[in-house]
Nanobody, 123 residues
């Protein structure tokens, strides 16, 4: 049974930076970050795949960077130039990561495992 545990959330002023971390109990071929703000649906933020391919939501391109350790058990999300609109619970996801056409995906339904989340608040 795969477990994912996130850390690194917190409160920061607009323009600031945070680094989220997520550890997996097993190596993964794909890992991702999602976020969910109150009253909104969960949305994909960034995903990374074996071989190093990355996928980003348009809203975070140029501000967020996803990375994976060599053992493929930890994924990081470096967030810079944070905006109040980035305020949300951030979730780590792993496994799958492709849609029915085997294309890289940022859809929550295409990932198998989930962490409990870490809160990010930007004021």
């Amino acid at each position: 049974h795969v477990q994912l545990v996130e850390s690194g959330g917190g409160s920061v002023q607009a323009g600031g930076s945070l680094r989220l971390s997520c550890v997996s109990t097993a190596s993964q071929n794909s890992m991702a970050w999602f976020r969910q703000a109150p009253g909104k649906e969960r949305e994909g933020v960034a995903a990374i795949y074996i071989g190093g391919d990355r996928l980003y939501a348009d809203s975070v391109k140029g501000r967020f960077t996803i990375s994976l350790n060599r053992a493929q058990t930890m994924v990081y999300l470096q967030m810079s130039n944070l905006e109040p609109e980035d305020t949300a619970m951030y979730y780590c996801a792993a496994g799958g990561g492709v849609d029915s056409d085997y294309e890289y995906s940022l859809s929550a339904s295409d990932f198998d495992y989930w962490g409990q989340g870490t809160q990010v608040t930007v004021s």
